[in-house]
């Protein structure tokens, strides 16, 4: 990349350049610089090529230090769905239901937002369209009544795995931030365990406010892994990277579009290489 | 806040009669990385920075203000100028209806900002039609009929057709027909390197030949927002911009990026989910907004 044959200034402006441009941010960006400032400043062996390097283990350390299995075993395992507006909240839960399908798991949707205009037919459609079933209220009831009623039914019923939809929120409104945490309150009361996984769903075009997501959602629902949507674009989510310094938390999946297949688990070098690309 | 970082860099340096290279380099570098967290766009920040160089350069300190006040007083005169100055309007069609063409990514908020709009242009006295040309989205029909009903407006849909440029032809006639004096285009989110989606975009305005070709654009969009906004321009000639969710603590650095690459003005804000959360532009406040 940037066809400089030394470690220079010229070879740190063109990273800061690619890693700031990928939403990296500057602080998260000066580190990797730095990085590898120090290292050529220790060796003078140290070639562009080692620069590389460098720079992608440091970023692939810091997307896999978090990695674990993921805790949906015991059935039924339930699933929090969280994010603020137009991520691709229930977009996901479809991909998602698709895949655990796919693994012959017993599927339940939760129709969580009942705010929305649409949101409880766009969820329902899915539902028909997977052939699994769904838990819903009317538009504008009580979404704990709601989540309430589907973990008690998913345990009566032997259900594997319970997707629980919700309503977009921005972090800053604190009634609503409010609201996610009596969902979990109420989620624990049928289930103390649960949720087994409450995963924050960040959309990849999104910048440094992706911090402040993931900071406020995870004070009200403590987090357990992170979806990047909309990887079909061209923006490139190199948010997760100066989060990784905040929290530690496991990318799980990657939207790759909006049909039903279009989900692919997180790789973590496949991932890094994207961002350099 | 950028004003403070930047009244303890002056402090530092001292209070000097005239603004020169060397004491304004640290200055500068505050303002980038204040951009940068702010997420305003690599490049343009770049070139806002040259910008306010210039200016800043051999301007002699007002007596009355500290270096660091003037300073800020630049950075921020220089951000309103770029924004656009003033506010602008919807431009109506001399012979109506008006059609305009909402457009953007996945999730932006362009039927949310529809419902907004046409509740906007009711209070106004108009009489606009809402089109759901969005026929991929499960329930985007639903979506949009909802809020029509929630504003009173009308609804014009199909959904057994799977051509969007049909839709929205055929409701063209209709809005001449049952004088409609605005035809508003709620269109599907795609992405703007999806050439079969935005083709049909491009065969919509050729169709219906919209006054207004609004780009709706999240406020939290980082850096990609100059690449989006620069394809869509270039693709559909956009006439301004709507900025939503606002109502967050996105910085909107997005706001001077899209502007820079298209030079179109920012018409709207969406500041809530509910449909009187619709505010026209100042380019004032979302200086400071970014600026902070
Ligand atoms: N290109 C692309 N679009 C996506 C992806 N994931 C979701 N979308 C689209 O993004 C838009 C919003 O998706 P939703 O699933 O409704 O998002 P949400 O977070 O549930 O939205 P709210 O409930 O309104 O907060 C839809 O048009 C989806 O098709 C993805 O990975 N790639
Ligand atoms: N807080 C807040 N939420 C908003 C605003 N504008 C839209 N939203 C929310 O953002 C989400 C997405 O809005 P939509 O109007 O469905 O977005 P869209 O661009 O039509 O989405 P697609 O059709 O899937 O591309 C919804 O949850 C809206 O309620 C806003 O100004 N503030
Ligand atoms: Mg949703
Ligand atoms: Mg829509």
């Not at chain 1, 890693?19 to 602080?27: E, F, S, T, V």
């Not at chain 2, 000097?16 to 290279?21: R, V």
């Not at chain 2, 270039?234 to 939503?244: C, F, K, P």
Request: hydrophobic share 45%; aromatic share 4%.
């Amino acid at each position: 990349f940037g066809g400089t044959d030394q470690v220079d200034d010229e070879l740190f402006d063109d990273l800061e350049a690619i890693l700031i441009q990928a939403d990296c941010g500057p602080r998260a960006t000066s580190d990797l610089v730095q990085l590898i400032r120090s290292r050529a400043e220790e060796s003078s062996a140290f070639d562009p090529e080692a620069a590389m390097k460098a720079i992608r283990d440091s970023v692939r350390e810091r997307l896999t230090r978090s990695l674990k299995p993921m805790n949906i075993d015991t059935p039924p395992a339930v699933v929090l769905i969280v994010g603020v507006n137009g991520v691709g909240k229930t977009t996901t839960i479809a991909k998602m239901a698709r895949l655990f399908q796919a693994y012959g798991k017993r599927i339940m949707l939760v129709a969580g937002d009942t705010f929305r205009a649409g949101a409880i037919e766009q969820l329902t459609i899915w539902s028909q369209r997977l052939g699994c079933e769904i838990m819903k209220g009317k538009a504008g009831g009580d979404p704990s009544a709601i989540v309430f009623d589907a973990v008690s039914a998913a345990r009566a019923r032997g259900v594997d795995l319970v997707l629980v939809d919700t309503a977009g929120r921005l972090q800053t409104q604190s009634n609503l931030m409010d609201e996610l945490g009596k969902i979990r309150r109420v989620i624990q009361k049928v289930i103390p365990e649960a949720p087994h996984e409450t995963f924050l769903i960040l959309d990849a075009t999104t910048g440094q406010n992706a911090l402040s997501q993931a900071k406020v959602f995870n004070d009200m629902v403590p987090l357990s892994g992170l979806v990047l949507t909309k990887l079909d674009g061209t923006a490139k989510g190199g948010v997760v990277v100066a989060l990784a310094d905040h929290l530690e938390l496991p990318i799980r999946f990657l939207g790759v579009g909006e049909g039903v297949d279009d989900l692919d688990n997180f790789r973590p070098d496949e991932f890094v290489d994207a961002l350099f690309s | 806040a950028l004003s403070d970082k930047l009244r303890e860099t002056f402090r530092k340096i001292g209070g000097y009669g005239t603004l020169t290279e060397e004491n304004l380099q640290e200055a500068l570098r505050d303002v980038r990385l204040a951009l940068l967290e702010a997420d305003v766009n690599f490049k343009v920040v770049k070139s806002f920075v040259a910008g306010v160089k210039e200016k800043a350069l051999g301007q002699s300190v007002n007596v009355r203000l500290n270096p660091g006040q003037q300073f800020v007083g630049l950075v921020h005169d220089e951000l309103v100028e770029i924004m656009g100055g003033q506010a602008e309007k919807i431009h109506f069609a001399s012979q109506p209806p008006t059609v305009i063409m909402m457009c953007g990514l996945q999730g932006s908020g362009k039927t949310t900002s529809t419902g907004k709009l046409a509740k906007h242009l009711l209070a106004q006295k108009h009489r606009p039609l809402m089109v759901a040309a969005d026929i991929k989205r499960p329930a985007a029909i639903d979506q949009l009929e909802t809020l029509g009903k929630q504003v009173g407006v009308p609804v014009f849909s199909d959904r057994s057709s799977t051509d969007a440029v049909d839709i929205c032809r055929r409701a063209h006639q209709l809005a001449l027909m049952k004088d409609h004096d605005v035809v508003m285009l709620d269109t599907a989110g795609r992405l703007h390197i999806d050439d079969e989606m935005m083709t049909e975009l491009e065969d919509v305005a050729a169709h219906v030949k919209p006054h207004e070709v609004l780009l709706v654009v999240d406020a939290m969009t980082g850096q990609d927002a100059v690449r989006v906004a620069g394809e869509f321009d270039s693709r559909l000639a956009l006439s301004g911009i709507v900025m939503t969710k606002l109502d967050g603590d996105a910085r909107g650095g997005a706001a001077l990026s899209v502007r820079h690459v298209t030079g179109k003005p920012i018409k709207f804000i969406g500041v809530g989910e509910k449909l009187d959360a619709l505010q026209p532009f100042h380019p004032q406040r979302m200086a400071g907004r970014i600026l902070d």
